[in-house]
């Protein structure tokens, strides 16, 4: 079974910018790659997904012009740049990978979990 694995998170100032990866363990076939993330006491929220294969995006309204999803297809990798993080953006960031066509934004639609990073932001 494949596996994705986040790295890339850690703590930053406010204003500051971090980058994060998912690495797949193997190629494998999917059409929606997406980032959600989950801050204590609160539910998982849709951030980003991109469309394998033609790196159409969508983006949670609070990260739009801040973050950028991006693919590496030899690498079979995804990544999520952060900029101008606020504090409110701090919570484990989880990638998934989804079967459909379209790019979900409900986290039940997703088949294939990573563990997630922490991505903690003070102010």
């Known amino acids: 079974q494949v596996q994705l694995v986040e790295s890339g998170g850690g703590l930053v100032q406010a204003g500051g910018s971090l980058r994060l990866s998912c690495a797949a363990s193997?190629?494998?076939?999917?059409?929606?790659m997406g980032w959600f993330r989950q801050a204590p006491g609160k539910e998982r929220e849709f951030v980003a997904g991109i469309r394998w294969s033609d790196g159409d995006t969508d983006y949670a309204d609070s990260v739009k012009g801040r973050f950028t999803i991006s693919r590496d297809s030899a690498k079979n990798t995804v990544y999520l740049q952060m900029n101008s993080l606020k504090p409110e953006d701090t919570a484990l960031y989880y990638c998934?990978?989804?079967?459909?066509?379209?790019?979900?934004?409900?986290?039940?639609?997703?088949?294939?979990w990573g563990q997630g990073t922490q991505v903690t932001v003070s102010s």
């Open positions: 193997r190629t494998f076939v999917t059409f929606v």
């Open positions: 998934a990978a989804d079967n459909s066509f379209f790019i979900e934004t409900t986290s039940r639609e997703y088949v294939t």
